[in-house]
Structure formats: C-alpha cells, structure tokens
C-alpha cells in the first residue's frame, strides 16, 4: 500500500517522467535530441516510450515545476526547438523518486505470474511442453544479454553502465530455475492428480466417470 499511495502522491508518475529527468541532470536539452539519446542508448528496453508520449511527459514536467525552458533554438530549416532544463524542484524529485524505487519493492502483475495462477486450466503434459519451450527461450534471450554485456565491456563501458543488464540475468536465471523445478515437480509427484483432475474439471457433462 506504500508505494501505491508513494506513486499515487507525485505529480508525474510516469516512469518516463523519471528518465528526462535523469538525463536532464546531466545537461539541458530539447525533447528531440534527449529522445534521440534514449534510442541510442536502448533505453526502450527499460522504459517504454515514443515521440508523443516523451512530448506529453516534458509538459507534465514542466506544468509540475520540474523543467524549465532555457532557450529556443533554430537550426537552419528545422523547426525552432526549446531546450529544457532541470529546476531545484525536478533535482530533488529525482532524487527522492530515485530513493523509492530503490528500497521499496513494488507489487507487479508479471504476465507469467497471472498464467501460474491459472496453470491447472491446461493438462499437465501439455504444460510441461510449454514450459520446455518457455526454457529454449530464457536461453536464448541470455545468451544475447551475455553478448551485449560482453561487446559493450570490450568497448570499454563501465559495469556502472550495464548493471540492469546483470539483473536482467539475474531475473532470467531465477526464472529457468523455477520453471526447471516446476517441471520436475510435474513430471515426478503432480502429474496423476493434475492429470486426474484436469480431466475431472474438462469432462461434458454425463461423461464422467461414464467408463
């Protein structure tokens, strides 16, 4: 409930919001080019954004007192541009958002989570198929984190730089550990009882027990 009411409190709750922020703390910029940084940095990876969505949010900002314009600018054809800076009030939101992110765990509705709850709805054989192919995947999407860590430290980006990368390891490990147990646990103890009930649960109606 904590961080329910937290987020419900700020005037910009948009995880959005949070990254202009960020990257306004290092330099003034205009909502193009800091959109332009995002891109080149992957941050869709992290955070989903677009054009309108990025526009809407420095509005946001701007109205809650967390960005200012600093200039506006031409470049030869182009449209003008206004460039934004961060205010004392914006410094202190990100740093206090920043905070809570941190240290308080948020209640999350993963989809995986929301199909865990449901699981029994599918017989157990199939769900130990897809649960395979659940686990081809969480390799491959590690193998190509691996790689990205990888290039990007031969580069010479500090592991500062790529620790959401790590975690995002870290997650995907945690997740083929336990779809490897749940597996396991299927096929050795669960099976017949599932099975037994799936059938029970799925039967039209006269046809139970009817052999």
Do not use: C
């Amino acid at each position: 409930m904590r961080e329910e009411t937290a987020m419900a409190g700020r005037k910009v709750g948009n995880l959005l919001g949070l990254a202009v922020l960020s990257y306004l703390s290092r330099r003034p910029m205009h909502p193009y080019e800091l959109s332009r940084t995002m891109r080149d940095n992957d941050d869709a990876r992290s955070i989903k954004f677009s054009h309108g969505s990025l526009y809407m949010v420095f509005r946001q900002l701007e109205k809650a007192g967390f960005i200012t314009e600093q200039e506006t600018l031409r470049e030869g054809q182009r449209p003008e541009r206004t460039v934004y800076a961060l205010t004392a009030e914006g410094r202190a939101e990100l740093r206090d958002w920043m905070r809570e992110l941190v240290a308080e765990p948020a209640h999350e509705y993963p989809r995986f989570v929301a199909a865990l709850s449901l699981i029994a709805a599918l017989p157990p054989g199939e769900v130990i198929e897809l649960l395979t192919e659940r686990r081809r995947r969480l390799a491959e999407r590690r193998a190509a984190i691996r790689r990205l860590i990888d290039d990007a430290t031969a580069a010479g980006t500090h592991p500062l730089f790529l620790v959401e990368e790590e975690y995002r390891l870290a997650l995907l490990d945690a997740d083929e550990s336990f779809v490897a147990g749940f597996v396991e646990r299927i096929a050795n103890d669960w099976g017949p009882l599932w099975e037994a009930h799936h059938r029970s649960q799925g039967a039209p109606q006269g046809e139970e027990g009817a052999s």
